[in-house]
């Protein structure tokens, strides 16, 4: 006799549900009430009104910070596609027993806290750290230079922390191009970058455009890295979001910063998001 089963007992929606109520909880809902925080007038939150956004949205200062923060991030991109890109082709064309290796040296970094490399690096670019230490000694300067507290050292170590988010999903994808694709376009009579730009970047793209999206989204938003090597001097959403909220206490104006950090770096995630599909759907 067959045994009467539950209403939509074992389909997909039933298993995601946990998985919703969690989402709904951790997230959807904090979300609903940071928005609701932005809307009031004052610091004590005893009423309501668009007090907080015509401060910030009026203020030309804020949409310069905006831009700056969103700008850094562009920076860490390329910076890590510039590098990155090269070392997949390279782990692409490797033995498996080199790939595994190359393979434990991208995660390996994500083994150690972001704010043990953080420091690490304020040691590499102090001004008596390794890289004024190598510039002094081979002549290039004649005092060290200043790297710590600029948006220069802050890129160059963003672009070490973050490789690992833009090489791990660009390496899963490489490893699945059809070597046999790159010997069609050289007996065609494809030259070697004419290949790398018409087959193998276009069947790379899902992984770049992932890779992009996760660092973007992670050097925009990484507040100790900002902290610690930008220092006061550079001002971003972040610290801004930590001054507002932790040392003046004005939660209101604090949730208005952290929406217009989440809208406009949404934003952008959805341009790199979108190019990603429009370069993976040329490629098909």
Same mark, same amino acid.
Request: hydrophobic share 60%; charged share 10%; proline share 6%.
């Given at each position: 006799?067959?045994? #009467?089963?539950?209403?939509?007992?074992? /389909?997909?929606?039933?298993?995601?549900?946990?998985?919703?109520?969690?989402?709904? !909880? =951790?997230?959807?809902?904090?979300?609903?009430?940071?928005?609701?925080?932005?809307?009031?007038?004052?610091?004590?939150?005893?009423?309501?009104?668009?007090?907080?956004?015509?401060? =910030?949205?009026?203020?030309?200062?804020?949409?310069?910070?905006?831009?700056?923060?969103?700008?850094?991030?562009?920076?860490?991109?390329?910076?890590?596609?510039?590098?990155?890109?090269?070392?997949?082709?390279?782990?692409?064309?490797?033995?498996? #027993?080199?790939?595994?290796?190359?393979?434990?040296?991208?995660?390996? @970094?994500?083994?150690?806290?972001?704010?043990?490399?953080?420091?690490?690096?304020?040691?590499?670019?102090?001004?008596?750290?390794?890289?004024?230490?190598?510039? +002094?000694?081979?002549?290039? !300067?004649?005092?060290?230079?200043?790297?710590?507290?600029?948006?220069?050292?802050?890129?160059?170590?963003?672009?070490?922390?973050?490789? @690992? +988010?833009?090489?791990?999903?660009?390496?899963?994808?490489?490893?699945?191009?059809?070597?046999?694709?790159?010997?069609?376009?050289? /007996?065609?009579?494809? /030259?070697?970058?004419?290949?790398?730009?018409?087959?193998?970047?276009?069947?790379? !793209?899902?992984?770049?455009?992932?890779?992009?999206?996760?660092? =973007?989204?992670? #050097?925009?938003?990484?507040?100790?890295?900002?902290?610690?090597?930008?220092?006061?001097?550079?001002?971003?959403?972040?610290?801004?979001?930590?001054?507002?909220?932790?040392?003046?206490?004005?939660?209101?104006?604090?949730?208005?910063?952290?929406?217009?950090?989440?809208?406009?770096? /949404?934003?952008?995630?959805?341009?790199?998001?979108?190019?990603?599909?429009?370069?993976?759907?040329?490629?098909?």
């Amino acid at each position: 006799m067959p045994v #009467a089963r539950a209403p939509g007992a074992g /389909s997909p929606w039933a298993l995601a549900l946990p998985l919703g109520l969690a989402y709904a !909880a =951790f997230f959807v809902a904090p979300l609903f009430m940071l928005i609701a925080v932005s809307f009031y007038a004052d610091e004590r939150m005893t009423r309501f009104g668009l007090d907080q956004w015509q401060r =910030f949205l009026f203020d030309p200062f804020h949409w310069k910070v905006i831009g700056d923060t969103l700008l850094l991030g562009l920076k860490a991109v390329a910076a890590t596609v510039l590098l990155g890109f090269p070392l997949a082709l390279v782990y692409r064309a490797a033995s498996p #027993a080199w790939q595994r290796v190359l393979l434990f040296i991208v995660v390996m @970094p994500l083994l150690t806290s972001v704010v043990v490399r953080t420091f690490a690096w304020i040691v590499i670019l102090g001004r008596e750290g390794v890289v004024n230490k190598l510039v +002094l000694d081979l002549g290039l !300067a004649a005092e060290p230079l200043r790297l710590l507290q600029t948006e220069l050292g802050l890129v160059i170590s963003l672009t070490q922390i973050e490789m @690992p +988010l833009l090489l791990l999903p660009l390496l899963s994808v490489m490893a699945r191009i059809d070597p046999n694709l790159m010997d069609a376009s050289a /007996s065609l009579g494809a /030259s070697p970058w004419r290949t790398l730009f018409r087959v193998i970047l276009p069947l790379a !793209a899902p992984g770049l455009a992932a890779g992009c999206v996760l660092v =973007f989204a992670s #050097a925009t938003t990484a507040f100790i890295s900002q902290s610690v090597i930008g220092g006061g001097r550079l001002v971003y959403l972040p610290a801004m979001i930590w001054q507002q909220a932790m040392i003046a206490a004005h939660w209101p104006f604090a949730a208005t910063i952290a929406i217009a950090l989440l809208v406009s770096v /949404s934003a952008v995630l959805a341009v790199i998001a979108y190019v990603g599909r429009v370069a993976a759907g040329r490629a098909g």
